[in-house]
């Protein structure tokens, strides 16, 4: 029986307290996030590559440590200690990234640089550190530790504050949880190029602000999750329905089903079966979630060599990340209310593997848009070479290029309809696979499908590790990844002819 606690506005006291820490702790993520490459790539002084897999070593890491999280809270701790233990090991991790940003501190400086700026029609002369790599590394490897341990857990331990009569205020909560992630997302991404961008302590930029601001609101995390203690309803442990999905898929592998269900239960050893025909439907997520990642690394790379001027403002390449989640907040209903009902409108079906297999295709026509728009850059660059009998690559056309150069380059908001399509991708794909993932698996393995979700971006995070020095030609790249997505699709077309008649028969 649930112990009684204050209400505010009918939902239970602590309910605000977690969607504050919410929304305090995406700021803290995608504030760092969006400016981590250019962070490792121009501060840090890595080559692009080098870069590009340290910053998808981190997204591997940070999608595949909720395995961990989920078990220490199902088995040993429970999720209100889990939170809290993860969160403190998080806010260390920003901490040390922040500090260790300050190249000006000799225990953390690698070497310098003197740098001369014009600003306003004067030159001013900065001394730009370079930090040495170690301290981000194990920062960025505390900070995957700390956000993905509380991932599994936070949500969830806002639904157990709710009577089992309360459903309808159970799905407001999850509304009013991922509208906290969103807009955590939006401002954060706003504000922390801005803040890099600037010059403090006597460098060209400032990414201890950068780094320290979002660390700021890991704190108030904390802070607000901490005050609702007396009033949180907190389960026990009760166990980790992973570790018996592996037990009886091992027993599986290893004896036949009778003695599988003689020894686990026949509806165990039924769901563990159901699990594992649903979960074959993720194989082909991870050439997705590779496309989609490259979001913050590849696509930041390629918006560093174009120029963003609009008057007065410049928008600044990692800035153009904002588009994806406000056109999600945009696109969510207008799919729900617009879109869908006019493919049924013209007979064409919505089911979820058809939603899924366009999705797919429209993330790989983002890479092809992407290819089309990076032979628009090496053409002009072509031409400047060629009037001006100047050797410019590609890969040195960064914000310190000179003025007539980057007058030349192609705008950053050309980058907008790639933007739009695989945005457009992700709500028929990923939004559909989670919905996909709940309506399938079997009542008591539900978190373990969508733990297996989450894995799927690891592995894409480790495919595109993987693939980072297949071509150094980025129009080559480009196609590389939508022909491997098309070869996701033709996958998960021929699973979907192969599962379609067991997944109706099982579903939940």
């Known amino acids: 029986k649930k112990q009684r606690v204050p209400r505010v506005f009918g939902y239970p006291i602590s309910i605000p307290f977690i969607i504050a820490n919410e929304f305090c702790e995406r700021f803290s993520y995608y504030g760092m996030m969006t400016v981590l490459f250019i962070y490792l790539n121009t501060k840090l002084g890595l080559d692009d590559d080098e870069a590009s897999i340290w910053y998808h070593e981190f997204q591997l890491l940070c999608y595949f440590t909720p395995l961990i999280g989920g078990l220490v809270a199902d088995l040993y701790l429970g999720k209100f200690m889990t939170i809290l233990i993860f969160s403190l090991i ?41 930090p040495k790599l170690i301290g981000p590394l194990i920062g960025l490897h505390l900070i995957a530790l700390g956000t993905g341990g509380i991932k599994p857990c936070v949500s969830s331990f806002g639904g157990d504050q709710f009577k089992k009569t309360e459903s309808d205020k159970v799905q407001k909560y999850f509304s009013m949880f991922y509208a906290a992630i969103n807009a955590g997302s939006l401002i954060s991404t706003a504000i922390t ?20 601001v979002p660390g700021g609101f890991l704190v108030v995390a904390i802070a607000a999750f901490l005050l609702a203690k007396r009033w949180y309803i907190t389960v026990p442990p009760l166990g980790n329905p992973i570790v018996d999905a592996t037990k009886v898929t091992y027993a599986l592998i290893t004896s036949n089903t009778a003695a599988c269900e003689k020894r686990y239960g026949v509806e165990k050893v039924a769901d563990t079966k159901q699990l594992l025909r649903v979960s074959t439907i993720f194989l082909p997520f991870p050439f997705f979630w590779a496309i989609f990642q490259q979001q913050g690394s590849t696509w930041i790379l390629q918006l560093q060599a174009m120029q963003g001027m609009v008057g007065n403002f410049e928008v600044k390449p990692d800035q153009m990340q904002i588009f994806n989640p406000l056109l999600i907040l945009v696109l969510i209903p207008t799919f729900e209310m617009v879109v869908y009902p006019l493919m049924k409108k013209i007979g064409i079906p919505t089911t979820p593997m058809v939603r899924i297999v366009s999705g797919m295709v429209l993330t790989a026509l983002s890479f092809v848009i992407a290819a089309i728009v990076q032979t628009q850059i090496e053409a002009r660059l072509d031409t400047y070479n060629t009037i001006h009998s100047t050797n410019y690559t590609f890969n040195e056309l960064h914000l310190e290029a000179n003025e007539f150069l980057r007058e030349n380059q192609v705008h950053r908001l050309a980058l907008i309809p790639q933007i739009f399509v695989l945005t457009c991708g992700e709500i028929m794909c990923s939004i559909t696979g989670l919905e996909f993932a709940y309506a399938y698996a079997p009542v008591s393995m539900k978190s373990v499908c969508q733990s297996l979700l989450l894995l799927s971006n690891s592995v894409g995070n480790f495919l595109v590790i993987i693939f980072k020095k297949a071509t150094s030609n980025y129009v080559e790249m480009f196609i590389m990844w939508a022909g491997l997505q098309m070869v996701g699709v033709v996958l998960i077309v021929v699973i979907c002819l192969v599962m379609q008649g067991p997944l109706e028969e099982f579903k939940a």
């Open 193 to 212: 190029p801005e803040l890099r961008s600037t010059s403090c302590l006597g460098e060209s930029s400032c990414f201890p602000a950068a780094f320290g």
């Open 90 to 130: 998080y806010l260390l991790g920003n901490g040390v990234v922040a500090f260790t940003s300050i190249g000006m501190w000799p225990v953390f400086q690698e070497h310098f640089s003197i740098v001369n700026v014009t600003e306003s029609g004067e030159i001013v002369t900065y001394k730009d550190y370079t």
